[in-house]
């Protein structure tokens, strides 16, 4: 007897990068962090679910892209102490600002993902 079909899930991303400086207040490597300092930032966002069937798609990439481009104008090569709404510009609130930014999205983003290469440092916010 055959096994009926599963429900499939399935996961799309999309990345993006923004320069931004910041400070930092912190018990370690305080003074560095103190000052006005700058990161290269990647983020990915990820959106989980079934294929549309009409599409054959979760959610059409370039509305993913459209969106993203909106929240890296207003990080990119500003200083992030000054966005308004992320508060503390640590890599925790980056995750939660693009996911809240994103939250009414169909479907909502299943993990948010900021990271910076240089430091090799980063940050996962997962949802699902």
């Known amino acids: 007897m055959p096994h009926p079909a ?3 899930q399935y996961t799309v991303h999309q990345r993006i990068f923004f320069d931004a400086a910041h400070t930092l207040r912190r018990e370690i490597e305080a003074e560095g962090s ?5 990161h290269t930032y990647h983020a990915e966002v990820s959106l989980t679910g ?12 370039g509305y993913l892209r459209q969106r993203l481009a909106v929240l890296r104008e207003r990080l990119d090569h500003h200083l992030l ?3 308004p709404g992320l508060g503390a510009p640590t890599l925790e609130n980056l ?8 939250s009414d999205m169909q479907p909502p983003p299943s993990r948010v993902r900021v ?3 240089a430091l090799g440092d980063g940050c996962t916010l ?3």
């Not at 079934?50 to 990439?61: N, S």
């Open 95 to 102: 995750c939660r600002f693009i996911a809240e930014a994103l």
């Open 6 to 8: 599963m429900p499939q």
């Open 115 to 117: 990271w910076r290469d």
């Open 34 to 38: 103190r000052r006005i300092h700058g």
């Open 81 to 83: 102490d000054e966005v």
């Open 50 to 61: 079934p294929l549309d069937p009409a599409t054959g798609m979760v959610q059409d990439l």
């Open 126 to 128: 997962d949802l699902s």
